[in-house]
């Protein structure tokens, strides 16, 4: 069974830093894809970025510049390097697990969530 742990979230003022991680544990495959999304109250999830195991990495535009995506060499963790953060960047922050057992077979697992508020 995967399951995904997140920390790192809390409250910081405009312009501040903050630094997310998300460990998983259980059967991780090689071909597999972690990422962090983010949901504002009233608003939809959205993906904020997301990294392959080949640490192709991509960004929703309203972030590119700011906020940097990693992993570790053995597939396992995330983290998400938050800098100049606004306070339209307030929401719960959800680490994504996309697991695939082979390249047309993949399965999602997501992080319980952390909280993340930027006060103005």
């Known amino acids: 069974q995967v399951q995904l742990v997140e920390s790192g979230g809390g409250l910081v003022q405009t312009g501040g830093s903050l630094r997310l991680s998300c460990a998983a544990s259980g059967t991780i495959f090689s071909i597999n894809t972690m990422g962090w999304y983010r949901q504002a109250p009233g608003k939809e999830r959205e993906l904020v970025a997301e990294i392959s195991s080949l640490r192709v990495a991509n960004y929703a535009d309203n972030v590119k510049g700011r906020f940097t995506i990693s992993r570790d060499t053995f597939y396992r963790s995330t983290i998400l390097q938050m800098n100049s953060l606004q306070p339209d960047d307030t929401g719960v922050y959800y680490c994504?697990?996309?697991?695939?057992?082979?390249?047309?077979?993949?399965?999602?697992?997501w992080g319980q969530g952390t909280q993340v508020t930027v006060s103005s």
């Open positions: 994504k697990l996309t697991n695939c057992p082979r390249s047309d077979l993949c399965n999602n697992y």
